[in-house]
């Protein structure tokens, strides 16, 4: 590691640590430390996740978040030299019924309002046209984005990171952050496994551990560790693999092509808080009995239990991520609690801590609204598109 001081420490090389030094060392901030306590990237969520980007949200600082992010996809190899994967095959939102439709109605109508031109409405012949193995009987429409699709995680978190490297920044593996110093000017030095450095700056980027990592400035932070499970099913051909990420709004199941097969996913409404990342197998009955009712041919998909996974969602109360500088500690900086969605918005929160830590404001999004202090002023937001 960099002796002595570093004018901005990251703590945890996740994507969104990778962004952010991807971000600040694009914008000419060169001496960026980023401590990672794994001996490699990818331990944490950004190596669990689904990949799925998409711009189809309900509230205005999704949106936006989504409008930087997903067109930072299409031109990740131009900007950091790496592919990020991106596959446009787009989100659609399957419609049970009436209350679905004017859901999806009042979100495109704010998502056209915001600038996202690849958004339509479909009628149920459309949705089947797109999907025709989905079961027609309780399908009263839906909503598709052509330029929502998948990314590939691990592609994206070392893409941006090998390129920060090159502008300057250092990653720090088997280093762990285990104290946060300050003193009557803020934010002072960050204690490590590997020595103390000094810094006026510290960024939390530690994903689900991210209320832990608070606590050692002191600062009780509203991110709780959530699991979640994917099950890739064996190869299976009844299904095109250009199809999209397809949701089924009755129950929250959802699918996208992956390899030969298919990848499942299913928010279970049981799962509780906590740090619990073992697979649990009763889990591929409950996903295949959503998948059957959704699409008929999954009865014939093969499932092998043992290659499903889980990891972490990081959970806040009101499902948006905290980002901006910390109440009453001067030079410590929040990019946590992104409830399913840092891969997606990892490119925007790069850009948005960039700015905030360099300049003080960020034009990307309406920063106040994602603040910490939002759930001590009565000013959380509630983000009911998630997965
Ligand atoms: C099953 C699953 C599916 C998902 N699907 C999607 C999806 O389709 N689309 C989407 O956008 N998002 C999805 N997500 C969410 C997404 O993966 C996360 O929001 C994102 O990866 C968070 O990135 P991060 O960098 O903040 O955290 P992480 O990737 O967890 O990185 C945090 C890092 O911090 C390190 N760390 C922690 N504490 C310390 C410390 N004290 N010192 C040093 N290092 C430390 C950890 O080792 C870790 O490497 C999914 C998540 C899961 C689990």
Request: proline share 6%; hydrophobic share 40%; aromatic share 8%.
């Amino acid at each position: 590691m960099r002796a002595g001081s570093a004018d901005v420490i990251i703590i945890g090389g996740g994507i969104v640590g990778s962004s952010i030094a991807y971000h600040l060392t694009a914008a000419g901030c060169r001496n960026v430390l980023v401590l990672e306590r794994e001996s490699h990237q990818g331990k944490g969520s950004t190596g669990k996740s689904m990949g799925g980007v998409r711009a189809q949200f309900s509230t205005a600082v999704n949106i936006q978040m989504s409008l930087y992010s997903i067109p930072f996809f299409g031109r990740f190899e131009e900007m950091t030299g790496r592919p990020s994967g991106y596959r446009p095959q787009g989100y659609l939102f399957v419609a049970a019924n009436e209350r679905h439709l004017e859901y999806l109605r009042a979100n495109y109508q704010r998502q056209i309002a915001m600038g996202l031109k690849t958004v339509e409405l479909l009628k149920a012949e459309d949705v089947m046209r797109l999907v025709p193995q989905l079961r027609p009987d309780d399908i009263a429409g839906g909503s598709f984005c052509s330029t929502d699709g998948f990314v590939d995680p691990y592609s994206v978190m070392t893409g941006f990171m090998l390129r920060a490297a090159e502008q300057g920044a250092q990653l720090v593996p088997n280093t762990e952050a285990t104290g946060i110093e300050l003193d009557a000017s803020g934010v002072a030095a960050v204690r490590t496994t590997q020595g103390t450095v000094a810094t006026r700056v510290v960024v939390n980027a530690a994903g689900p551990w991210a209320a832990r990592v608070a606590r050692l400035a002191r600062l009780d932070l509203p991110v709780e560790p959530l699991r979640r499970m994917l099950v890739p099913s064996e190869p299976f051909d009844k299904i095109a693999h250009t199809a999209p990420m397809t949701v089924d709004m009755r129950t929250g199941f959802h699918f996208r092509p992956e390899g030969l097969g298919l990848l499942l996913a299913w928010n279970d409404p049981e799962e509780t808080p906590g740090f619990k990342s073992s697979f649990d197998r009763v889990f591929v009955e409950k996903i295949l009995t959503r998948a059957v009712g959704f699409v008929p041919c999954m009865a014939e998909m093969e499932v092998n239990p043992s290659r499903g996974w889980a990891g972490l969602y990081e959970m806040t109360p009101d499902h948006h991520p905290i980002l901006g500088e910390a109440p009453g500690a001067k030079g410590l900086y929040l990019a946590n609690g992104f409830s399913g969605h840092g891969v997606m918005h990892s490119p925007a929160t790069g850009k948005i801590l960039s700015d905030l830590i360099l300049t003080g404001h960020s034009d990307l999004i309406e920063t106040e609204a994602l603040g910490f202090d939002r759930f001590n002023d009565g000013r959380a937001i509630e983000e009911t598109a998630v997965l």
